[in-house]
């Protein structure tokens, strides 16, 4: 019989189920090409010159030209006025031929980011993150529009590697607007028993040692160690954290939230930093934007 020592988790390979993701969606594209002659649309809005953000933009159309989905390119200056940006929120929205509608956050100072993407029409929001699509997610009995698409992704590598969530407890750590929050509360959508871990919670490994499945979205680099792990649950590592390491070009590496070699010791299933989620939130965002192009263009 094989020792603790031997044991190794199973590594949830994230750009293998996006990749497969991104064929689906590539035929069903081009279904809809033959169907009705129409494509989606994706319309991504950047404002001034992060370089975080024109890599994540960047990624993002490369993306959409690989599936077959039309990519509007939209790049403003630093200095636009929040009423100038408003102003292209809402050509967008007009425009038949965009089915969503993307602004890369986070935005300049001068601009109020609530009120920005608050103007994005409902069933453009591809990101998910409109008050009333995040008010359904978060409702019994109701369905949003959009489910925000870090959270849906990280469901969907469940749903895939075969892991149930109907009646396990999960513990997500972290409660952002992006992840913590919306992930708890699509957990809570899958029958799963939830508790919510963040900066106030005392002693945080007691609670997480309990999970059968561990959402780690805190942004803090390998905070969660191997003993705080539950032996054979699932952890899936949303952190991408930056630490220094004078060995690689860059001088330094990714690492996620977790800390990977010891949970692969501990853990059924693990997600790596990066290759896990990161490539999934991308394949989300293009196949809510293929779900919001059949609602229009198959009515």
């Not at 935005?107 to 699509?133: A, M, R, T, Y």
């Not at 369905?143 to 396990?168: A, N, Y």
Request: charged share 25%; aromatic share 4%; with cysteine.
């Amino acid at each position: 019989m094989a020792s603790i020592a031997d044991h190794q988790a199973s590594i949830i390979d994230g750009k293998a189920i996006a990749q497969t993701i991104r064929s689906e969606i590539a035929e069903e594209v081009q279904h809809l090409s033959q169907k009705y002659g129409k494509v989606p649309g994706l319309a991504v809005v950047i404002v001034g010159n992060r370089k975080d953000s024109q890599s994540y933009v960047n990624m993002k159309r490369k993306a959409c030209a690989e599936v077959g989905i039309k990519s509007f390119d939209v790049d403003l200056p630093e200095k636009v006025s929040e009423d100038e940006l408003i102003q292209k929120v809402d050509e967008l929205n007009a425009d038949p031929d965009v089915h969503g509608i993307l602004v890369q956050l986070p935005l300049p100072k001068h601009i109020n980011e609530e009120k920005v993407l608050s103007e994005i029409s409902i069933d453009k929001d591809v990101d998910g993150f409109h008050p009333l699509n995040i008010g359904k997610l978060a409702m019994k009995g109701r369905e949003p529009l959009f489910q925000p698409c870090t959270p849906k992704g990280c469901l969907e590598l469940l749903s895939r590697s075969g892991i149930s969530v109907k009646g396990k407890k999960a513990v997500v750590v972290g409660r952002s607007n992006i992840v913590g929050l919306p992930v708890s509360l699509l957990l809570l959508k899958a029958d799963a028993t939830v508790t919510v871990v963040h900066s106030h919670t005392s002693n945080p490994e007691s609670i997480i040692r309990e999970a059968d499945i561990v959402i780690a979205a805190a942004g803090q680099a390998m905070m969660i160690k191997g003993d705080w792990i539950k032996p054979g649950a699932a952890v899936i590592d949303v952190g991408t954290n930056a630490v220094d390491d004078p060995s690689k070009k860059a001088g330094y590496r990714l690492v996620g939230d977790v800390d990977f070699q010891e949970a692969c010791k501990v853990a059924g299933w693990v997600t790596p930093v990066p290759g896990g989620v990161g490539p999934m939130t991308v394949a989300m965002l293009l196949k809510n934007t293929l779900d919001g192009a059949k609602r229009k263009i198959a009515q």
